[in-house]
């Protein structure tokens, strides 16, 4: 299941989306990502999974492309444009992910 967790404005569509199938919480995004944003939680979404999941703090859910805009200045000058996946996979978050399970919409 992909978990979005983010918003969408005149702007834009700015979400981190977790894959929770691929994701066991090991903790690797939270660290290369900004303290705070990031967080590992109980996995709420297969009820048969009693692992953990990455998430995206709920205070920074509403803010996300500003939170995230010191690791991508050049990403985030692309309001509204959907970002060469090249360049999301270069993002500390997604890079330090061994299963692959993170990713951002911009």
């Known amino acids: 299941m992909f978990a979005n967790y983010g918003y969408s404005d005149g702007s834009g569509t700015f979400l981190i989306t977790v894959d929770t199938d691929k994701c066991d919480g090991c903790n690797r995004c939270v660290e290369a ?12 979404f297969d009820p048969f999974d009693e692992g953990m999941v990455v998430s995206v703090s709920d205070e920074y859910r509403k803010k996300i492309r500003y939170a995230c805009a010191p690791c991508k200045p050049y990403l985030s000058s692309l309001a509204g444009v ?4 090249e360049e999301i996979k270069k993002l500390p978050c997604v890079a330090s992910c061994p299963a692959y399970a993170l990713t951002h919409s911009w």
Do not use: D, S, T
């Open 33 to 44: 990502c900004i303290p705070g944003v990031l967080k590992v939680v109980p996995n709420e």
């Open 82 to 85: 959907e970002a060469p996946l």
